[in-house]
T-cell receptor, first 112, second 109 residues
Framework: KAGVTQTPRYLIKTRGQQVTLSCSPI?????VSWYQQTPGQGLQFLFE???????NKGNFPGRFSGRQFSNSRSEMNVSTLELGDSALYLC???????????FGSGTQLSVL | GQNIDQPTEMTATEGAIVQINCTYQ??????LFWYQQHAGEAPTFLSY????GLEEKGRFSSFLSRSKGYSYLLLKELQMKDSASYLC??????????FGTGTQLKVEL
């Protein structure tokens, strides 16, 4: 069974640009969550999608958005990039609520 | 809101036992997770506690006291490969997890 797949693995962008990250969950998993990981703040919740609907949202500005498709694949978009957006973005999938999360290897985003 | 505290770093000897503590203050609590993360890799699930008490799984055990807002992860017979960051996370609902900043464990010979 394939794990959670995230693409691309690395990204370099400049301030002001926008970026789209992709996540393919484990087959059969309908919940996809996104987290931002930085050395200082640790893992912070961005949002969660379940059956194409955003079910939970963290405390990030509106520049951070996401969506989920009918096949459960998810994308995350960050517009007007800032230097502070440099981080590892992790996607996690699960069967449902309060089930263990399976994380992908992440997308390392560097904003210059 | 939610606040989670765990030690930043710990060092232990191969073959020994180490206990990593986690304290939390939450506005809602549905369970507590422990994850392991090796450098440059994705976090992997270790345990999930909902009720008070000890859950044992091989060399790893996790304890929860809801009334005290306290959990610990116990690692026995430490191996070099156990050197990693250990993340405590609480859930108040859905799959929204609030993580601590992690405890970096170094296992030495």
């Amino acid at each position: 069974k394939a794990g959670v797949t995230q693409t691309p693995r690395y990204l370099i962008k400049t301030r002001g640009q926008q970026v789209t990250l992709s996540c393919s969950p484990i087959s059969g998993h309908r919940s996809v969550s996104w987290y931002q990981q930085t050395p200082g703040q640790g893992l912070q919740f961005l949002f969660e999608y379940f059956s194409e609907t955003q079910r939970n949202k963290g405390n990030f500005p509106g520049r951070f958005s996401g969506r989920q498709f009918s096949n459960s694949r998810s994308e995350m978009n960050v517009s007007t990039l800032e230097l502070g957006d440099s981080a590892l973005y992790l996607c996690a999938s699960s069967l449902g609520e309060r089930e263990k999360l399976f994380f992908g290897s992440g997308t390392q985003l560097s904003v210059l | 809101g939610q606040n989670i505290d765990q030690p930043t770093e710990m060092t232990a000897t191969e073959g020994a036992i180490v206990q990593i503590n986690c304290t939390y203050q939450t506005s809602g609590f549905n369970g507590l997770f422990w994850y392991q993360q090796h450098a440059g890799e994705a976090p992997t699930f270790l345990s999930y506690n909902v009720l008070d008490g000890l859950e044992e799984k091989g060399r790893f055990s996790s304890f929860l006291s809801r009334s005290k807002g306290y959990s610990y992860l116990l690692l026995k017979e430490l191996q070099m490969k156990d050197s990693a960051s250990y993340l405590c996370a609480v859930t108040g609902g859905g799959n929204k997890l609030t993580f601590g900043t992690g405890t970096q464990l170094k296992v030495e010979l």
